[in-house]
């Protein structure tokens, strides 16, 4: 084993000996996790990552040689003369590997040939047709390229009231075996329409939008083997008006990997603002015009889902993509139907096995990507797939990928008609509404993307589920709030269009006091969320007034710095509505002022004096100065949490920070069980103000939770870091009286089932107003009941029903996800439990 230091050293004499060698991908299988974090830090080319099996290198013959000579199990994959081989010919244009101008061409016939079904459109120029367009310099004359798409619908011109698709190729220039996967579906649908009824329904019933080549300036640098390693666009970083690259090895002063530019979570994860590295994501988020015609693309229609083909690796990957370890909100819709297209794409290399499906961390984690933007801003299912076994395989290769690609493509375009939720919303004049569509127990669990929305011209909305029972809530406001339990069929579309009433006018005022002294609450901030009204505050006698509210469900935020922060559903009725909050001390209160930091730590976490809100202290993961390059700890508190016995939970905290955005991040993150981590905010970049975060714990009602938080960096980067004060955590009761009007939901809250997972028994949590009968009903993800009983409670209060996993006839069931509906008064309200065993 090689001692750090050594390791280091090799590593940088490798990288300064490379300057001027050739260049060929390796795989290191069984590496070490030291060794592992050093080629993480160190910037490597790195093509594919398999934790625990191999890693794949773009090395020179030194970097080779000196990763032989530390006795690693090391093996060539692909040579550069190989790469060369496998693209060159008389006219540099094998069948398989097309340049620009015969992709073009061929999208134009195809638009010629196929008039009725076709549409074609240029998005925008490229970076190179940019520079040409202001006199940049002629050393850009050859890259007068556009971003061609090809439309395919039954009516190309019109954009109907349909679900769009994306298949996009070619992000990176030395992938151009995205390119031909990406015509070769193109011309299967094509060559198929009005023979296969399944090819004919699915264009004739969506939009569906093929771009075959989104780098074509770095792919013609490819293709001329200019440099057959390029990854990158050709952004003239260092502004010498002439395309720049080392050696021909990938590396160079100039370019900007486009599948790091892009906005949600960009910067921070396998990316570096060093622009001579291969995943340089630019000066800032869409800094390049291919991103930027992407984001324009697909902010602009309703896309539901798409396919970015990459090479190589056989993956189906899935967000989240940005960090380790973060799951998405739709992660089970996310993975089943990456199970479905992997299932049905089957390798290259000979073993007769079928394409991986994961998460995009599962690759490795990076950040910027085309799907982490399109999930996370507009709830699209957006897949990579990687192609092949190589970089750029042979012709032959070729062929075989295209063709084992085919099937999945019906697979994700076909998706829209089953196990989804769609309808119109409109307004009583039948006039289309963008309004949120919430899933609950989908769109309250994960790491948070943004809001899903209904489209703006027609009020379309699709969201794709997994069978099964499921509350889902429609607003906008300004309209009343509706909320329906809906079945979701594993063979068809459920349709519920929605109209929203429109809200009228209303008043709110009231009165906050201190839940303990009944006391009045001065200078707290009283919010209705999403209204767009600006908070009001509560005056010497805790009073407050709203006036331009609107009727309807509406949520309401409380908030007094040093106190609680609460959430509450009310329902306003036309006219005045008066109501009363409470709010308690916090349960948990640290301003890390005691002089001693009581939180177990790891690192240099510890107390700052000189940075804080309330004086003397702030907890910060580097207090002495910069934080540590290449390391990771965390600062946990010192306890669990008991959440249970409480219909509202929530922690805050005041933070700023100043991250380096070259791999480093800080979490904070919350487990139940002190092993298993869920991130729910994430901290990259500079904040240089202090700001409150607010997060709901509500998810986690009837169980104990672990709280930390979390500095990782495995690069040479540094920083100042973060600083932590006012740390706080509520649990209270729905604390709240209607003076004129009923709380919506108070006489009937679900809080959850705790455990969850479980194995065997779980008990399912629930609060009532006064003494009653609950009816349960407990349903597989079949939408079939397999479980009922009906209980009733002599008193008000929290209570719960037991479940032991097993039928009504005593029958234990299957491992799974179930779905329960708790019935009381009238109100029915649902949750989603998952069984191991």
Not at 802 to 824: A, Q, V
Request: aromatic share 12%.
């Amino acid at each position: 084993m090689f001692k750090k230091g050594l390791l280091l050293l090799i590593l940088i004499s490798a990288m300064v000996l490379s300057l001027y060698a050739d260049r060929q991908l390796v795989r290191i299988t069984g590496a070490e996790k030291q060794l592992i974090d050093q080629i993480f830090k160190n910037n490597y080319d790195i093509a594919l990552y398999r934790p625990n099996h191999f890693i794949d290198l773009v090395l020179d013959e030194n970097q080779f040689n000196q990763f032989q000579n530390m006795n690693l199990n090391i093996q060539i994959v692909q040579t550069e003369s190989q790469m060369k081989e496998n693209l060159s010919s008389q006219s540099r244009d094998i069948p398989g590997y097309r340049n620009y101008s015969q992709i073009i061409a061929q999208l134009n016939q195809y638009a010629s040939n196929y008039s009725d079904i076709c549409e074609l459109h240029n998005l925008g120029n490229s970076l190179g047709a940019d520079y040409i367009a202001s006199s940049y310099g002629t050393a850009y004359n050859d890259f007068n390229h556009q971003l061609i798409a090809l439309k395919v619908s039954d009516n190309p011109n019109i954009e109907e009231d349909e679900p769009s698709f994306y298949f996009m190729g070619a992000h990176h220039a030395r992938e151009p075996l995205s390119t031909e996967v990406t015509m070769a579906v193109l011309d299967y649908y094509l060559s198929n329409y009005n023979i296969d009824p399944e090819i004919t329904d699915l264009i004739n019933t969506s939009q569906i939008w093929f771009l075959p080549i989104v780098n074509p300036n770095g792919q013609k640098i490819v293709l001329d083997q200019e440099d057959v390693w390029w990854r990158k666009n050709i952004r003239d970083n260092n502004s010498n008006h002439q395309f720049d690259t080392y050696n021909q090895y990938g590396y160079g002063i100039d370019g900007v990997d486009l599948n790091r530019n892009y906005g949600f979570g960009w910067g921070y994860f396998s990316s570096t603002d060093d622009i001579t590295y291969p995943t340089y994501h630019g000066t800032e988020a869409f800094s390049e015009p291919e991103t930027m015609i992407i984001k324009n693309l697909i902010d602009s229609h309703s896309f539901v889902a798409g396919i970015s083909y990459h090479t190589y690796g056989g993956l189906v990957l899935h967000p989240w993509g940005s960090l380790p370890n973060v799951y998405s909100p739709d992660g089970l819709a996310l993975a089943d139907l990456a199970n479905q297209m992997a299932e049905t794409i089957l390798k290259t290399d000979g073993s007769n096995q079928h394409y991986d499906p994961g998460y995009g961390w599962e690759l490795y984690a990076a950040s910027g990507g085309l799907d982490e933007y399109a999930y996370g801003q507009n709830s699209i299912f957006g897949y990579t797939i990687e192609l092949a076994e190589e970089f750029i395989p042979s012709a032959s290769i070729v062929t075989q990928t295209c063709q084992n690609n085919l099937e999945a493509s019906k697979i994700i375009v076909s998706r829209v008609k089953k196990s989804c939720l769609t309808g119109l919303i409109k307004d009583t004049d039948n006039n289309p509404i963008v309004a949120q569509v919430y899933v609950e127990t989908v769109d309250n669990t994960g790491y948070p993307k943004q809001p899903y929305l209904s489209n703006a011209q027609y009020g379309r909305y699709y969201r794709l589920l997994m069978p099964g029972l499921y509350n889902v809530t429609f607003s906008a406001w300004g309209y009343q709030t509706q909320t329906f339990l809906i079945s979701i069929d594993t063979d068809q579309q459920t349709v519920l269009d929605i109209t929203l009433e429109p809200s009228e006018a209303c008043t709110v005022s009231g009165y906050v006091l201190d839940e303990t002294t009944s006391l009045p609450v001065p200078q707290a901030s009283v919010t209705l969320l999403n209204s767009g009204i600006e908070p009001v505050f509560t005056d010497e006698q805790g009073f407050f007034m709203i006036e331009e509210a609107c009727s309807g469900e509406q949520i309401v935020r409380i908030n007094k710095a040093g106190g609680d922060k609460v959430q509450h559903i009310i329902t306003l009725n036309p006219g005045n509505n008066t109501f009363t909050f409470t709010l308690s001390p916090a349960f948990i209160s640290d301003n890390f002022d005691n002089g001693a930091l009581t939180w177990a730590k790891t690192g240099s976490w510890g107390l700052n004096s000189n940075q804080f809100v309330s004086p003397d202290n702030s907890l910060a993961d580097s207090p002495s100065g910069n934080y540590t390059p290449d390391s990771q700890s965390y600062c946990r508190f010192p306890s669990a949490i008991d959440l249970s016995e409480c219909s509202n939970a929530s922690v805050s905290f005041m933070a700023k920070h100043q991250i380096a955005l070259k791999g480093e991040y800080i979490a904070f993150e919350i487990s139940t069980d002190a092993i298993n981590w869920q991130a729910l905010k994430i901290f990259t970049g500079n904040q240089p103000d202090w700001s409150e975060y607010y997060l709901s714990l509500n998810a986690y009602l009837g169980q104990s939770v672990w709280m930390r938080f979390v500095y990782n960096n495995n690069y040479n980067s540094t920083s100042d870091g973060i600083y932590i004060d006012n740390f706080q955590v509520f649990k209270n009761s729905n604390s709240v009286s209607a003076n004129d009007h009923n709380v919506n939901s108070l006489s009937f809250k679900v809080l959850g089932n705790y455990p969850n997972p479980f194995n065997p028994d779980t008990h399912i949590r629930f609060q009532i107003e006064q003494a009653g009968t609950v009816d349960l009903n407990i349903y597989n993800i079949k939408g079939q009941k397999v479980y009922s009983q009906k209980k009733s409670f002599s008193n008000a209060g929290i209570h719960q029903i037991n479940w032991s996993g097993k039928d009504n006839e005593k029958h234990p069931t299957g491992s799974g996800i179930y779905f329960y509906r708790l019935s009381y008064q009238g109100i029915h309200q649902t949750g989603k439990m998952l069984l191991i065993k």
